[in-house]
C-alpha cells in the first residue's frame, strides 16, 4: 500500500507543533488521546482508511520526536506497539465494518489496542502455541488459552488475539480473532511488574471459553499466520523508532554535562576518555537513525521484506545497545542518581534486545535470507 508523503515544508511545521506538545505532555493525563489529536497514531495510515497518509518516515520521524521532547520510553513505545501490531493488520486484512468497529476509534485514541500472541511456553516458536479456538455445535468459536507479555494489555479495548485453530504447521493451523474487552470468557490479569519502558504496561490474558463469530476472525480461518508475519515486519522495522529520540535527547544531556563538570581543573570535555565515549555514542546514534529511516523509506514505496526488517530491529538495538554502554561513564556516579536517566535507558535498551523477536531470532531470519 503505498502511502503519500506530506509536502516537506507541511510536515515540518506538523512536526514542530508536535514538538512543542511533546516537550509539556509529562503533565497530561489523558496522552494517548491528545496524541492522538495532534494526529500522531495516524501518520503511517493512508487517507481512505481514515489517516493522514503521511508514510511511515514521517510516523518514525514523530514518534523519534515524541521521546526525544518528553524524555519518556514507555509511552512512545506503548503507541508504536499498537500502530505497527495492531492498525497496521486491521488496514491489510480488515473489513469495512472491522475498520468502523476498531480502527477509526484506535486512531482516534479512543480506543487502545494490544496484540496477544506470546505464551508462557512458546514465544518464537509458534508450533508450542497451545491457546486453541473450536467451533462449536451452533458454528461459533470457543477459545480457550493464555497470553502473556502483551503491551497495552491492562487497559486495552481490543485484542487481536493468535489461537490455533488446526494441527500441523503454522501457515495453515493459526487464525487471528478480535477481541473486545468485556467480551465474556476474556479475563485481563494485572500489571507485570519490570525494570524498563515506564509507562508502556504489559499484561496477561487468560481466555475461558471466549466465544466469537466469523465476523471476529482477522485473515479468515487459517489467516493467522498472514497476520502475524505482517505485523512482525512492521513492528519489527518500526517499533525501535522512540529509542532514536531517548539516545538523542541522551547525548544532548551527556554533552552538556561533560561541558559543565570540571574535574582537576578542566571540564570533563576536554578530556579524550570522555570525547571519545561522547563520539561514540553519536556514531551509535547516527548509524541507527539512517538504517531505520531508509528503511522506512522503502516502506513508502512497498519495498519492505522481513530481511530489512529484522536487519533493522538487530542494528538499531545493538547500536541502542553500545550507546547506553558508554553513557554512564561519562557521568561516573552520578549515572545512579535517577536525574541523569542513564540505567533507566540502559533497562530499556536491555529490553530491545528481546520484544518483536530476539536478537537470536534476527539473526536467523538475516541468515536465512544469505541462503545460510
Known sequence: MTHRASPPEEFAGWLAGLRSWAAKCREDDGIWRTAAAQGLLSLAVPEPAGGSGAG????????EAFAEESGLSGPPFAMAAQMWACQEPLLEFGSKGQHD?????????????????????????????????????????????????????????????LARTAEGSAL?????????????????????????????????LHLDN???????????????????????????AFILAP??????????????HARARGQFGHPLASYDTI????????????????????????????????????LTKLHVSTEFNRFCQ?????????????????????????AS????????MQMKIIAEGLGL
Open 101 to 161: 468497529r476498531y480502527l477509526t476509534p484506535l486512531l482516534a485514541g479512543t480506543a487502545v489496542g494490544a496484540f496477544a500472541a506470546t505464551e508462557y511456553d512458546s514465544g518464537s516458536d509458534l508450533l508450542s502455541l497451545r491457546t486453541s479456538a473450536d467451533r462449536d455445535g451452533e458454528g461459533r468459536w470457543r477459545l480457550n488459552g493464555a497470553k502473556t507479555f502483551v503491551t497495552n494489555g491492562p487497559t486495552a479495548d481490543v485484542f487481536l488475539i
Open 326 to 350: 558508554e553513557l554512564p561513564d561519562v557521568y561516573g556516579g552520578y549515572a545512579l542518581l535517577p536525574e541523569t536517566g542513564a540505567t533507566a535507558l540502559l533497562a530499556d535498551a536491555v
Open 243 to 256: 529509542a532514536l529520540g531517548l539516545m538523542a535527547r541522551a547525548l544532548r544531556q551527556a554533552v552538556e
Open 172 to 204: 495453515s493451523g493459526l487464525t487471528a480473532f478480535l477481541v473486545s474487552r468485556g467480551t465474556p470468557g476474556l479475563h485481563i490479569g494485572t500489571v507485570i511488574d519490570k525494570t524498563g519502558l515506564a509507562g508502556a504496561d504489559l499484561g496477561s
Open 56 to 63: 511511515y518516515e514521517a510516523a518514525c520521524l514523530a514518534l
Open 275 to 310: 570525547r571519545r565515549r561522547l563520539v561514540r555514542m553519536h556514531v551509535s546514534l547516527t548509524s541507527a537513525r539512517e538504517l531505520l529511516h531508509a528503511t522506512a523509506r522503502r516502506a513508502d514505496t512497498d519495498a519492505l521484506d522481513h530481511g530489512r526488517s529484522s
Open 353 to 360: 534486545r528481546y520484544y518483536s523477536g530476539t536478537s537470536d
Open 210 to 236: 471466549c466465544v466469537l463469530d466469523d465476523t471476529d476472525l482477522l485473515g479468515g480461518p487459517g489467516g493467522g499466520f498472514a497476520v502475524l508475519m505482517h505485523a512482525m515486519r512492521h513492528e519489527r
